[in-house]
């Protein structure tokens, strides 16, 4: 089983910051994807940003220039810097990883961002 654990979302002011960490922990394959989605109120999840084992990165266009994600010293960890943020931004953000045969996903708990005007 893999299980993910989120954390550093909150309450921050429009053109603020906010990094967002996710660890996974299991039965972790070394070729994986992880990554960020989000869900705002009365919307479907949508991508934020992934990263590759080999630290290929892909980004949801309209987010591009103000999300940054990396791998944190441990591969089985991963960051996520939001920059400039706006009230659009507002959701939860879930931690994705995605291994092995189909593949398989799994999910965090996700993780509260609010962005206020």
């Known amino acids: 089983q893999v299980e993910l654990i989120e954390s550093g979302g909150g309450l921050v002011q429009a053109g603020g910051s906010l990094s967002l960490s996710c660890t996974a922990s299991?039965?972790?394959?070394?070729?994986?994807?992880m990554g960020w989605y989000r869900q705002a109120p009365g919307k479907q999840r949508e991508m934020v940003a992934t990263?590759?084992?080999?630290?290929?990165?892909d980004y949801d266009w309209s987010l591009r220039g103000r999300v940054t994600i990396s791998r944190g010293n441990a591969a089985s960890t991963i960051n996520l810097q939001m920059n400039n943020l706006e009230p659009e931004d507002t959701a939860i953000y879930y931690c994705?990883?995605?291994?092995?045969?189909?593949?398989?996903?799994?999910w965090g708990q996700g993780t509260q961002v609010t962005v206020s005007s």
């Open positions: 994705l990883l995605r291994q092995g045969i189909g593949p398989r996903e799994y």
């Open positions: 299991g039965k972790l394959l070394r070729a994986n994807t």
């Open positions: 990263i590759t084992h080999t630290d290929r990165t």
